[in-house]
C-alpha cells in the first residue's frame, strides 16, 4: 500500500484532505493511483491514517498534480522504545544518506554529526537536509510513524555526559559485548575513522558509560553505525520481554 507523508492528519474519518507537490507527482506519476485506491497517510509524529483516493487531477506543468483522499480511520502510535540516538562522524559521499536510511529502518530515533578529537568531516547544511530528505523516504519505505530525526552536531565530552536520565554507549572495539541497559534513551557514538583519542575514552570510563564491541572486525562508520543500532534494538527487546515490561525505564 501506498504511504503519503503529510504535515498534519485530520480528526477523524470522513475528511477530504488534499496532497500536492512532489508526493502528490509520485503517488499520480510513478505508483500511479486512481479512484478507489487505498493510501496511508503518516504524519511523522506518530499519526496514521487510512485513506482512499477520491480524485486525481493534474493542473498545469508548474503547479503539478494534486489528489483528493477521502479518510477512513484516524490513528496515534506509540514512539519505537527505546529511542536509540545515534551520534557518528557523518559517512562521506552518498554513504551518509544509505545509513541514515538504513539506521531508520532499523528503528533508531535519530542520528547526528559527532565531533571529536581525530573527526574529518564537518557537514555543511545541504548534506544534513539531503540527510533528512532520505530519512523522510525511508520512513515511508518501512512506514514509521515517528520518522527519524536529524539532530545538529555534537562534541563527545557532551554526548557522553547524558542528560535525559538515559544510558550512553561508546563503540569501540577494545570494549566487551553489549548488555541490555532497561532504559528508554540510549545514545550510542561511533568515533571517528581514526578512532577515538586516549583521551576521549578516559573520558568515557569516568563518566561511567558503557564502552561495547559489536563485531570481532573492524567496520566502516556506516557500517559499524547500523550493526550496533541493530545489536542494541534486539537486545533492549529482549531484556524487556524478560522483565515482562513493554515501556523500560
Known amino acids: 500500500m501506498h504511504r503519503i507523508v503529510v504535515a498534519g492528519l485530520p480528526e477523524g474519518p470522513g475528511e477530504v484532505i488534499e496532497v500536492s507537490g512532489e508526493e502528490a507527482h509520485h503517488a499520480a506519476r510513478v505508483r ?7 493510501v496511508v497517510l503518516l504524519d511523522l509524529r506518530g499519526g496514521t491514517a487510512l485513506a482512499r ?4 487531477t493534474r493542473l498545469d506543468k508548474r503547479a503539478g498534480w494534486v489528489i483528493r483522499l477521502v479518510v477512513e480511520s484516524v490513528g496515534v502510535e506509540d514512539r519505537i522504545v527505546p529511542a536509540l540516538r545515534v551520534y557518528a562522524e557523518p559517512p562521506k559521499g552518498d554513504d551518509l544518506l544509505r ?16 565531533a571529536c578529537e581525530r573527526s574529518e568531516v564537518n557537514p555543511r547544511d545541504g548534506k544534513l537536509e539531503r540527510a533528512h530528505r532520505a530519512a523522510l523516504e525511508s ?3 518501512c512506514s514509521r510513524a515517528w520518522g527519524l530525526e536529524i539532530e545538529s552536531r555534537v ?5 557522553v555526559e547524558a542528560t535525559d536520565g538515559g544510558a550512553v554507549v561508546v563503540a569501540h572495539a577494545g570494549g ?15 568515533g571517528p575513522v581514526g578512532d577515538l583519542s586516549d583521551e576521549e575514552l578516559d573520558a568515557a570510563r569516568r563518566a561511567g558509560v558503557q564502552i561495547a564491541a559489536f563485531g570481532p572486525l573492524v567496520m566502516r562508520i556506516d557500517t559499524a553505525c547500523i550493526a ?13 520481554e524478560r522483565n515482562g515490561d513493554g515501556l523500560g525505564r
Open 99 to 114: 545509513m541514515v536510511d538504513q539506521l531508520s529502518q532499523v528503528g533508531a530515533a535519530s542520528w547526528g554529526p559527532l
Open 32 to 38: 500511479r493511483l486512481g479512484p478507489d485506491d487505498a
Open 228 to 240: 550496533a543500532s541493530a545489536i542494541i534494538m534486539d537486545a533492549e527487546r529482549r531484556e524487556r
Open 139 to 141: 520512513a515511508k519505505q
Open 176 to 190: 566487551a559485548p553489549y548488555r541490555a541497559t532497561g532504559h528508554a534513551t540510549i545514545r550510542l557514538l561511533v
Open 155 to 159: 562534541g563527545f565530552r557532551e554526548a
Open 53 to 56: 483516493v477520491r480524485e486525481v
